[in-house]
C-alpha cells in the first residue's frame, strides 16, 4: 500500500502545483493587460495634446527665410 499511497500523493502534489502555476499565470495575464491599457491611455493622452496645439507653421515669418551657412 506504500506505492499507491505515494502515489496519490505524487498526484496531489503534482495538482496543487498545477494549480499554482495556472494562479501566477493568470495574475501575470492581468498585471500585464493593466499595463497595456495604462500605456494605451497615456497614449491617447499625448496625442490629444499634440492635436490641441496649433502649428507653429501658421505663423507668418515661417519658412519665408533660409538661414545658408557654409
Known amino acids: ?3 499507491i499511497s505515494s502515489s496519490t500523493d505524487s498526484l496531489i502534489s503534482l495538482g496543487i502545483t498545477m494549480s499554482d502555476i495556472r494562479l501566477k499565470n493568470e495574475l501575470f ?3 500585464f493587460k493593466k499595463g497595456l491599457d495604462i500605456q494605451a491611455k497615456n497614449a491617447i493622452r499625448l496625442i ?3 492635436q490641441s496645439q496649433s502649428p507653429r ?3 507668418g515669418q515661417t519658412g519665408q527665410q533660409v538661414n545658408v551657412v557654409a
Request: proline letters at 0%; aromatic letters at 0%; zero cysteines.
Open 29 to 31: 495575464i492581468s498585471n
Open 57 to 59: 507653421a501658421n505663423s
Open 1 to 3: 500500500m506504500d506505492g
Open 48 to 50: 490629444e495634446s499634440a
